[in-house]
Structures are given as C-alpha cells and as structure tokens.
C-alpha cells in the first residue's frame, strides 16, 4: 500500500525545507507524492531558481495566490487548497515552516480532517508581534506529527499541551539541502566572481516587516555605509526591502556597498561560506551560519532559534542598526562552536520517511 503525501510550499525558505523530502518522497515507491506551490513567492530569484538549482519537482498544482494582506494569502489558500485535498485525498499533509502559506495549509488540511504533519515545529520567539509566532503557535496546534530539530522545540510542545507521542525529534532539513549541495556551491566561489577575498566582506540579508518597513531601515543603511568604510559588504535585497529602499527619499551610495538582486541558493551559499560575517534577520540564515561555522549578528530582539546562540555562531545586536558598525570589532571575539546541534547531519529526511512508515504504512 503506497503512502499518500501531499505537501505544501509557498515561499523561499520552504522550498530550501522541502527540496530533499520531495525528491526522496518522489523517488521512494512506497509513497505518491503531489506537491503543490500556493505561489506566495513568484519572481524568479524567490521561487524558480530554487526548483532549479534544489531540484524539486515541478508542483502538481499551483494556486498563484501571490502578494497581499495577511487576511487574503491566508484566505486565498484556503480557498485554493480545499478543491485539491478533497480531488487527491492523501494520508498526510506536509507543512514546512511559520509563514502564511505553512498557516494556510495546516488549517485547509484540518478543515477537511486530513492529518498535518509540521517540519520545523515547536520553535518559538515568544514575539506575538511577528506574524510568524502566530502561524507556530496554531499551526503547531492544528498538526498531528511535529517534526522538531531544537531541544527547546519539544518543552515549547508541552508547555502548549501537545502530545508527547507526535514529537518527533528527527534534524534540521535545510541542513539536509545544505549538505547535499555543499561541494556544488564551494565549487562556485562566488566570492572570486564578485571580485570578493574570502573573510574579507560581509554579506547581509534583511527583510523582517519590524526592521525594514520602520525608521530603523535608514539607519541600518547608514550604518552599512560606516561599515563598507572597513569592510565590503554585499546586500541581496529581498522584495520586500526593495520597495522600501525605493521609497526612501535618497538611496545609500559607497562604492563598497553592494545592493544586488536576490541570490539563488547556490550563490548565497557560496558567499555564505567564505564571508568574514553575515548580518541578518532571516531564521533560516541564522542555522547556516552556525552548521558552516560563519560569525552571525542577528538584527533582532529575540530569536526563535536559541540553539543557534547557544551551541553556534549567532549573536543577537537587538533592533538596533547603530551596533552595525560594531561588527570589525566583534569579530575579534567571536568563537567557532565545538559541533553542529544535534541532528543538523544530513539525514533528517530518511528520519521524516520512516516516521511517516510508522505512522501510515499500515
Ligand atoms: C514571507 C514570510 C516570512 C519569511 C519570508 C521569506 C509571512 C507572513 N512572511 O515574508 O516569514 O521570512 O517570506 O522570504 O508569510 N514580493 C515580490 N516578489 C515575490 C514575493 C514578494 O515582489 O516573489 C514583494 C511583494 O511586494 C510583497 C512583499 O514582497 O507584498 C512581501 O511578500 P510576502 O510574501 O507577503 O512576505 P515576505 O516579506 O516575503
Ligand atoms: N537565501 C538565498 N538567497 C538570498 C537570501 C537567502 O538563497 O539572496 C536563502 C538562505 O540561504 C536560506 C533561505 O533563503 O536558505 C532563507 O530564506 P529567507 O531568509 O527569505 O526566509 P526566513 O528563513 O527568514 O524565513
């Protein structure tokens, strides 16, 4: 009896989560896999390259559900997704993730009573002002497996009354994606072709709505001029950012401040790797740099990552752009940690598979 998953993407990072579950749930006959893209993310730098580059199959469906409110995405999902669980009628619902689409698809799923199982569950920033704390906390609590790569995941889990029985401690699958293509992108260096010396630039990505879509955005660029004095610095501007930079009465100029487009994944990866530091705010850039030993300033508060702290790389600057330019100086004291955290090894999809055997093969 083969094993129905159907597994739900939308943006950047889920399809750096789900890239090695979809192909090895394609691959494996002991599985029929659909995968479908709600289209949350469509220009090409934030979704084609990826399917590129990660080799993920092409989406058995497409809702195109694109940009809008967080009430629209959600709705639109919603609305899209119901017709093709009722027409594909699978085992299990795969959801990666806290953005709207991961929300989306966990209450669709729920709605038309189809199990959800949730990669990535049980981190928490405690931020109820972030929109992805909220789409954690129920998403977490409309799941029947909760796939967990933190120690923390599973306490966060209890505290909030789930079941011991459906946390499943099994890694982290953007490590998986990561060790998969390492040798492609340290190949690459992308650090030669930007005409970059290893250790010698910082690379930055920022696009959290608390950060760039406030006053603290212009400081954050003035602040990564200080910085381009001591260091070049190479900014990937996401969408997001993009259109708040556009806004702004002047653009930030020094010929060692590099604004670019997005990277696809092997590009950044690339840069990642042979960078002196990254600067910022994404969750899934905060567990890279630690798995690849590259000192992190995250731009936040808080993180939902503390493993991260604790065990890798990262180092919270607080909301604060002014501390940017503290970064040459902090470097002088930062540590390389002793191993990756437990489970970040390349193998949390086979885990994944055979809970997934445990629990729907029969
Ligand atoms: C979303 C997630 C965030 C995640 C980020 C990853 C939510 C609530 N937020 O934020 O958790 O960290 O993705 O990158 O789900 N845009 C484009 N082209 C695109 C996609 C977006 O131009 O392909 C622009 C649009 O103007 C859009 C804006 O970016 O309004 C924001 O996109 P949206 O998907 O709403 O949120 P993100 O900021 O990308
Ligand atoms: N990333 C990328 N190109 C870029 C910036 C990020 O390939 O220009 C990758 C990054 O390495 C990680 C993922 O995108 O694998 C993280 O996505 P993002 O920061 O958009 O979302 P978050 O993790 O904050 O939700």
Not at 15 to 31: E, H, I, Y
Not at 91 to 96: G, I
Not at 226 to 247: C, N, Q
Not at 328 to 353: E, F, H, K, V, Y
Request: aromatic share 6%; net charge negative; with cysteine.
């Amino acid at each position: 009896m083969t094993i129905r998953v159907l597994s739900v993407v939308g943006t950047r990072p889920n399809f750096v989560k789900m890239a090695p579950l979809a192909q090895a749930l394609t691959r494996d006959t002991s599985f029929e896999h659909v995968l479908v893209h709600t289209g949350q993310h469509y220009d090409f730098q934030m979704s084609s390259v990826f399917f590129e580059e990660l080799e993920l199959p092409t989406p058995d469906v497409y809702l195109g559900v694109g940009s809008g409110s967080h009430t629209m995405q959600t709705a639109r999902v919603l609305s899209g997704l119901e017709p093709v669980l009722d027409a594909r009628r699978p085992d299990v619902v795969l959801v990666p993730g806290d953005v709207n689409s991961t929300l989306a698809a966990a209450l669709a799923a729920h709605q038309s009573g189809f199990p959800v199982g949730h990669v990535e569950a049980g981190l928490r920033s405690f931020d109820r002002t972030m929109p992805e704390e909220i789409n954690r906390i129920v998403t977490d609590q409309l799941s029947d497996l909760l796939f967990i790569h933190s120690p923390e995941a599973r306490d966060h889990l209890i505290a909030e009354r789930r079941p011991a029985e459906g946390i499943h401690a099994v890694g982290n699958t953007m490590i998986d994606t990561l060790v998969q293509l390492r040798s492609a992108f340290s190949q690459r260096a992308a650090a030669a072709a930007f005409g970059l010396d290893p250790r010698r630039y910082v690379l930055v990505t920022l696009h959290r709505p608390a950060l760039v879509d406030g006053p603290e955005l212009e400081a954050a660029l003035e602040a990564l001029v200080t910085l381009a004095d001591e260091l070049p610095v190479m900014f990937p501007i996401h969408p997001r950012t993009r259109a708040r930079i556009a806004a702004l009465p002047s653009a930030p100029s020094h010929p060692e401040l590099r604004l670019i487009e997005p990277l696809g994944y092997l590009d950044f990866l690339s840069l990642l790797e042979t960078a002196a530091a990254v600067l910022t705010d994404s969750g899934g850039v905060q567990e890279e740099s630690t798995y690849l030993g590259v000192p992190c300033f995250t731009l936040r508060e808080n993180t939902e990552r503390p493993v991260t702290i604790h065990q890798g790389t990262n180092q919270l600057l607080g909301l604060n752009p002014r501390r940017i330019t503290e970064i040459p100086d902090l470097l002088s004291q930062a540590r390389t940690p002793a191993a990756p955290p437990a489970g970040w090894d390349g193998q949390a999809t086979s885990r994944i598979l055979a809970v997934l055997r445990d629990s729907f093969g029969g």
